[in-house]
């Protein structure tokens, strides 16, 4: 999530009465620590300490068990100690008011700010509001002295659907300043399950998604419903070098590494942790002339993990077809250099480019061509930056052209497993020590689950992630992970006596060190 710009939070969930809500529940959330001469409050002491220490940013606190006047100022105090304690966020959500009010029965601005006392950071506010529920909202924000911002409007995205595109216009009108913030609710339920079993649940989901984001068009430039992304100006995580993309979903139904599967079966793999940044254009594609291309993600293969970008559809002679992909902020000197792999025609008239847009001259875009020498399967395309390339990179994309002297058009199904722009050459990273297995809990006389752990090479050692296989010269993939231990849910025997199990680091660029850290388990 952080490696996409995302924030985490943690959520404190006080239920409905009619859900099994007690409000001693709340009571006991908000009861002070022993006296020690100083205010202590154990329970938001250990929110704070588990947020630090799992590194995620937040709790949302979910209030919807009815208490007393006396209770709920209690709470509020609590939160606002919580606050003043740590740089961990807060957000206020409850079930009974449509909007941020300072008077009546609604009142709930203290939930917010309290005084000179931050209460929240943000407050989520229920589904039930309307046009002037966000103006009286944005009165009592500055009255209090809070940035409109800091509301968020909730959309129910499960049983409101229909009514989303208007009430995201309310929040989010064109051509005019935002009015507040908007809070997307169970997002994941744009893709349900399909009814027809013609249609795989994987493409669906896809197009639905990229429906909701980008509209039906997928480009957010279109009139009509363009989908959430057309309310917000893009933004960018990729601020550093290397960047490097395999357009890897964090799930598939095989493992790949350089081109090759080294899992495959089973009921597929799925590890968010290995997502790479996914393109922030899914999909701004400008054909010329009679050319056409389509963009989608690609789980019938990958360089590195368990897809790839996939570009299908025809180029005609002395027509190209720009494909948008990432808007960036990387400073790139010159001479950085930008690597591709892809599945490309062996076709003389084909042609691929990089294409770069820079600081100081956006409307211009630098088209760079890329070469290789590969001649089949995977290819590899390098290209340095030209002169004028250096400075500060807002956006990458690739073109795709035909040459003019091509008789026809041409079909093609193009797969892209990489796209990096970088200033020195990739090297394999150092190797992991000291595979260690942990503890061993037998399932079965032929199966076991294992904990691992293993120690880092020399801190400052470029690896991204570590892979943990089966064997030592043919490996076979069994998890991978950003950390240094793992737990392996099920190995089983396939008929040895003994198993060897290797982790390798693995760098940014997907190269796995020459060697790796090995154990032995024994079966008895």
Not at 84 to 112: H, Q, V
Not at 318 to 326: C, T
Not at 395 to 404: I, P, S, V, W
Not at 413 to 419: A, F, H, I, P, Y
Request: with cysteine; glycine share 8%.
């Amino acid at each position: 999530a952080h490696r996409n710009g995302v924030k985490v939070y943690g959520s404190v969930f006080f239920p409905p009465l009619r859900d099994g809500g007690e409000p001693v529940w709340v009571e006991d959330f908000v009861q002070p620590g022993a006296s020690t001469g100083e205010e202590r409050y154990p329970v938001v002491d250990k929110l704070i300490e588990a947020a630090q220490y799992f590194g995620f940013d937040g709790w949302f606190i979910n209030y919807e068990t009815p208490t007393d006047e006396k209770t709920e100022a209690a709470l509020r105090n609590v939160l606002a100690y919580a606050r003043a304690r740590s740089d961990i966020e807060f957000t206020w959500y409850e079930a009974f008011r449509y909007e941020l009010a300072d008077s009546g029965d609604g009142r709930n601005e203290f939930c917010l700010q309290d005084g000179a006392r931050r209460v929240c950071d943000s407050i989520f506010i229920d589904y039930g509001w309307d046009d002037s529920s966000i103006t009286r909202s944005i009165t009592v924000a500055e009255k209090i002295k809070r940035d409109r911002y800091d509301v968020f409007y909730g959309l129910e995205l499960v049983r409101k659907v229909p009514e989303n595109p208007g009430r995201a216009r309310l929040v989010c009108p064109a051509n005019s300043q935002h009015r507040g913030s908007l809070a997307l609710f169970a997002a994941h339920t744009v893709s349900n399950q399909p009814k027809e079993p013609k249609d795989a649940w994987l493409g669906h989901f896809y197009r639905a998604e990229a429906d909701y984001w980008t509209g039906p068009c997928h480009d957010p430039s279109d009139t009509g419903w363009p989908g959430i992304a057309a309310h917000v100006v893009e933004r960018t995580t990729i601020t550093s070098l290397p960047f490097v993309t395999h357009f890897n979903a964090g799930h598939g139904t095989s493992y790949h590494h350089a081109g090759q599967v080294t899992r495959r079966g089973g009921n597929g793999w799925a590890n968010l942790s290995l997502q790479d940044v996914l393109p922030t254009y899914r999909w701004i594609i400008r054909p010329r002339g009679n050319s056409r291309m389509a963009a989608s993600l690609c789980f019938e293969e990958a360089w590195e993990g368990g897809s790839c970008l996939r570009l299908t559809g025809a180029l005609a002679p002395e027509f190209d077809v720009s494909v948008h992909l990432y808007q960036t902020r990387l400073t790139a000197p010159a001479g950085a250099r930008l690597t591709v792999r892809a599945k490309t025609p062996s076709d003389p008239k084909f042609s691929l480019r990089a294409l770069v847009v820079l600081d100081g001259d956006p409307p211009n875009t630098v088209e760079v061509p890329l070469t290789t020498t590969d001649t089949g399967g995977w290819k590899t395309y390098t290209a340095a930056l030209p002169q004028q390339g250096a400075g500060t990179v807002l956006q990458l994309g690739l073109k795709l052209a035909l040459d003019r002297t091509a008789r026809t058009d041409l079909a093609y199904d193009v797969r892209v497993g990489q796209l990096a722009l970088h200033t020195e050459a990739f090297t394999a990273p150092a190797a992991p020590t000291a595979l260690t297995v942990d503890h061993a809990t037998a399932l079965s006389p032929t199966s076991k689950a294992l904990r691992l752990s293993w120690t880092p090479p020399t801190p400052g050692e470029a690896v991204h992630h570590y892979e943990v296989h089966r064997g030592t010269t043919v490996l076979s993939h069994l998890a991978a992970t950003p950390n240094t231990v793992a737990y392996l849910a099920r190995l089983d025997r396939e008929g040895d006596t003994t198993t060897t199990l290797t982790v390798t680091s693995v760098g940014p660029d997907g190269t796995h060190s020459a060697t790796g850290a090995t154990t032995t388990v024994e079966w008895g």
